[in-house]
């Protein structure tokens, strides 16, 4: 029986090495996953020997269950179905056919590369068939990729590590029972069964207690959530072992989607504890790594690694996602981004002390190689994944759309054709369910209550659109974006619908617009002027740019030097007050804020070349 003393020291170690990560982590920018894993491996018996999880083992295998409960409950947290319209399809396909052909094809190069037997070769490859929420979630909330991506990314994560659980289950059985075929089959659709079941019911179950008209605070919803998690997880694994993971996913999904009393209360809580309990498993299960099970493995296993994240994982992607509208780009990073988590890392070790028991060789070799797995993907995306999203351009400009109408419901699509972060905030159901059916990002709610804008993401917002009906509204949103959050007056846009308010906006230096005024404007260009006018219509796939020359790469060059995208103009440069018609000899100068005509997808190549 192990010490209640010398447990707590354990717990109080584990807590400063946290502390210690999540310091590092701040400090270098670099995801906190790797820094736990390096402290673990330090502190395990390989370098300090000051923690060898594997003298406690029994007390390990309770801390991971509890661990990896919270984890995937709050990865299926994370994930509203209702804002995952247009991607549900690719969501499921990676998740059941893209699972199918990762586990194929890792236990295919397994077989062949490292020379075990084909039972071993499937269980590894079942093993780490599934990428970890504990890893890409964080990242992915990290880097602010476009919503559509960040969301498939999620919900793929969670969902693939509970099929990932039931296929190692599945695998081993076979080994160890030598069931058929049609047994496996039946094992899979019962641990589907009851792990869909125990989730629905679950989620709906929370929901009901919430909206009853019970009184329930802030603490006790906490509680009754945390509770509500175990009682999932273990009546789950008491109908069908293997199944509680995928019930924890569900779970989290329909509680994650459904809207009720204390969602955000429960979120912020649920994240506080997932921020302790992945390091805790991290800290833990990196400490377990013995040397000598890579070393036995050699640079067969790392070449194993890389042709697992190089040529499987894109080709799991684009074959499961080739009639998807997502552009090349994203599903290359969707292809990047596979890292392994604590389930594989967890588990692999439960199977390869019970292939021992059962004295069936490759337990060590199984353990060996998804470490190695874990270790290489991790660092690989944790270390690469912001330089990859740069250079892959799947971290868009962030706008917030103020207003659901039928004005801000174009704006927001052409924002999302453009492949920008676009959210739109409404208090109307009717309205944001409109923008919702067209996939775009929309939280209903106030827009001059800060924890609105906030849930809306308006700290990681670059420029915010104002156009609803009430210039009050419009007015006082933007008063609190400048006064609460920072925003410059260049960076809000607001509709002003009575003109003899413009100068209200105008004074604290806000870009605003009256519908009238601009009308009649563009009216009076068309009559007599047709052929002007026509120069500034550039149809609805086309694009007048305003940018601010930023870039000291171009700043003193003459225009012909700049090398921009073909089916993109230069027109005009506005210098402080003067307007000078842009030709091949004029030299850029820094602040200069110039015109340019182009294509939608030219946008951003435009961005880029002038603006720092």
């Not at 109080?12 to 906190?32: G, K, R």
């Not at 991607?87 to 397994?110: A, H, N, R």
């Not at 498939?152 to 030598?178: G, K, M, P, R």
Request: aromatic share 8%.
């Amino acid at each position: 029986m192990i010490d209640p003393i010398f447990l707590m020291e354990i717990v109080i170690a584990l807590l400063i090495l946290s502390l210690l990560a999540q310091t590092l982590s701040h400090y270098f920018q670099v995801p906190v996953i790797i820094f736990l894993l390096i402290e673990g491996v330090i502190v395990g018996p390989e370098i300090l020997n000051l923690l060898n999880p594997v003298l406690y083992m029994d007390v390990l295998s309770a801390i991971v269950a509890i661990c990896v409960s919270v984890i995937v409950f709050d990865g299926g947290l994370q994930v509203d179905l209702k804002q995952l319209r247009g991607v549900q399809e690719s969501v499921l396909k990676l998740s059941t056919i893209g699972v199918l052909i990762t586990f194929f094809g890792i236990t295919t190069l397994t077989y062949f590369f490292i020379n075990v037997p084909l039972q071993i070769a499937a269980l590894f490859g079942a093993l780490v068939t599934a990428t970890g929420p504990s890893v890409v979630g964080p990242i992915i909330r990290n880097l602010h990729v476009s919503h559509k991506v960040g969301k498939i990314l999620e919900l793929e994560s969670v969902l693939n590590d509970a099929a990932s659980v039931i296929l190692t289950a599945v695998v081993f059985e076979c080994i160890a029972a030598e069931i058929s075929r049609i047994d496996a089959a039946v094992f899979i659709l019962e641990r589907l069964g009851i792990g869909l079941l125990i989730g629905i019911l679950s989620g709906f179950a929370l929901h009901w207690l919430f909206t009853t008209g019970t009184s329930v605070s802030k603490k006790t919803a906490r509680l009754i959530t945390l509770i509500s998690i175990f009682t999932c997880y273990v009546l789950s694994e008491i109908m069908g072992n293997e199944s509680g993971i995928l019930a924890l996913a569900v779970f989290g999904v329909i509680t994650g989607t459904l809207e009720f009393p204390y969602k955000e209360t429960i979120k912020e809580f649920n994240c506080d504890l997932v921020t302790l309990m992945i390091s805790l498993i991290f800290v833990l299960l990196a400490a377990m790594i013995k040397f000598w099970y890579i070393m036995d493995i050699g640079i067969k296993g790392i070449l194993l690694v890389i042709l697992i994240a190089l040529l499987v994982r894109p080709m799991s992607v684009f074959i499961t996602m080739w009639s998807s509208k997502l552009r090349t780009n994203e599903k290359l990073f969707i292809s990047f981004m596979g890292p392994r988590g604590v389930v594989p890392a967890s588990i692999a070790t439960y199977f390869a002390i019970k292939l021992d028991e059962m004295k069936v060789p490759g337990g060590q070799t199984i353990v060996g190689l998804v470490f190695l797995t874990v270790i290489m993907t991790v660092f690989l995306t944790g270390g690469m994944s912001k330089r990859v999203a740069q250079m892959l351009e799947v971290i868009p400009m962030g706008i917030l759309i103020i207003g659901g109408g039928k004005v801000g419901r174009i704006l927001a699509e052409r924002f999302d054709k453009r492949g920008e972060n676009v959210t739109v905030i409404d208090i109307s159901e009717e309205e944001c369910n409109k923008c919702m059916e067209l996939g775009i990002r929309t939280i209903q709610g106030n827009a001059a209550d800060v924890n609105t804008l906030k849930k809306a993401g308006i700290k990681n917002t670059k420029y915010a659109v104002v156009t609803t009906k009430k210039d009050d509204t419009n007015l006082l949103f933007c008063q609190i974006a400048k006064a609460r959050f920072g925003f410059k007056g260049d960076q809000l846009v607001a509709r002003v619908n009575n003109m003899e308010n413009l100068n209200a906006f105008w004074d604290l230096g806000i870009l605003a617009m009256s519908p009238t005024m601009t009308t009649a404007v563009v009216m009076d260009s068309m009559i007599g002027r047709n052929h002007l006018f026509s120069l500034c219509e550039v149809g609805g796939e086309g694009n007048v740019m305003e940018i601010k020359v930023t870039n000291p790469k171009v700043v003193g060059k003459a225009i012909r030097e700049i090398n921009f995208p073909e089916k993109s103009l230069m027109v005009m440069v506005r210098r402080g007050n003067e307007s000078i018609i842009a030709h091949s000899s004029l030299k850029l100068e820094y602040n200069d804020i110039v015109t340019v005509i182009g294509e939608q997808g030219t946008k951003k190549s435009v961005s880029d070349i002038l603006y720092r």
